[in-house]
């Protein structure tokens, strides 16, 4: 069974239209990541919430934000997309923020702008 | 910052035949991950390494972690059709008063039957 879960797998938005992706974990994990991954590229950290405190990247752009209501749901809002944010974007957990914990990625939600 | 040198880019192989990647960094690292990412998928962890010179197996996949802590390699025996996908090593390191978790940029599998 699926632990981590992304919904939708395929989003489609328009130029400058928010949207919303989401992720949802059954494993209780205290960790939760937002990877972006362009085509044939490594995944990039956006940003990760260790419990309720968010973590910002350096370089992730303000159009970026996050919540996280529970445990168990994380959400990325693109306030207006553009072009170059076509890509993957994978969720992920970890049990804790520590040297030896094991990422578990879901299956990713693949986002067009048009 | 860190960067991980994950080669080769790509491979073309036969099946049957046994693969061999690596990474390589200038820095030291406290885990080694694998993982494979199939076409729109999100990347599965393989194998996790977690002290210097561990060689660890999961079926037909063997990692070790480099005694200099900043190396690792994977290899498959034996390839099969259903291992064709990316596979990338993440290195886990401390800096800056906070764990980073490194990506290689990928090796792509091709397995011709």
Excluded at chain 1, 51 to 73: G, I, W
Excluded at chain 1, 77 to 86: E, K, N, T, V
Excluded at chain 2, 6 to 21: A, L, N, R, Y
Excluded at chain 2, 56 to 78: E, H, V
């Amino acid at each position: 069974d699926a632990m981590v879960i992304q919904n939708p797998r395929y989003q489609v938005t328009q130029f400058g239209k928010p949207v919303t992706l989401s992720c949802s974990q059954t494993l209780n994990h205290n960790v939760m990541y937002w990877y972006q991954q362009k085509s044939s590229q490594a995944p990039k950290l956006l940003f990760h919430y260790y419990d309720k405190d968010f973590n910002n990247e350096a370089d992730t752009p303000d159009n970026f934000q996050s919540r996280r209501p529970n445990t168990s749901f994380c959400f990325l809002d693109i306030r207006s997309p553009g072009l170059g944010d076509a890509a993957m974007y994978l969720c992920a957990t970890s049990r804790d923020w520590a040297t030896n914990e094991k990422l578990f990625f879901g299956s990713g939600t693949q986002l067009s702008v048009l | 910052g860190q960067q991980l040198n994950q080669s080769p880019q790509s491979m073309f192989i036969q099946e049957g035949e046994d693969v061999s990647m690596n990474c390589t960094s200038s820095s030291i690292f406290n885990t080694w991950l694998w993982y494979k990412q199939d076409p729109g998928e999100g990347p599965v962890l393989l194998i996790a390494l977690y002290k210097a010179g561990e060689l660890t197996s999961n079926g037909r996949l063997t990692a070790q972690f480099g005694i200099t802590r900043k190396d690792s390699f994977l290899n498959i025996s034996a390839s099969i059709p259903s291992d064709v996908g990316i596979y990338f090593c993440a290195g886990q390191l401390y800096q800056g008063g906070s764990e980073k978790l490194v990506f290689g940029k990928g090796t792509k599998l091709t397995v011709n039957p």
